[in-house]
């Protein structure tokens, strides 16, 4: 049981390491361990695009929708859109 709460899942897939960081840096302002892979394929210049995926634990997933989703809204308040980033 406990190798299936701390096995890492994908929360979310972003275009850059920047916005990878900042949600990183977001979920563990929060209590929430995370981390970005994927950096070196997004920072690769070439006609395929890549992406930088945000890892939580399996634990922590459902806490770390929610905190998303308090991210995007607080980004898009910020932005003055009152829409969804």
Known sequence: ????LDRLEVLTRVRTE???????RSL???????KAVGEFTA???AEVPGDVS???RH??????EAALAEIHQD???EQGTGEDV
């Open 1 to 4: 049981m406990s190798e299936e």
């Open 18 to 24: 920047v916005e990878a960081d900042l949600i990183v």
């Open 28 to 34: 563990q302002d929060r209590g929430i361990a995370a």
């Open 43 to 45: 920072a690769f210049r």
């Open 54 to 56: 945000v890892l939580v």
């Open 59 to 64: 634990a922590d997933l459902a806490r770390a």
């Open 75 to 77: 980004r898009a308040s």
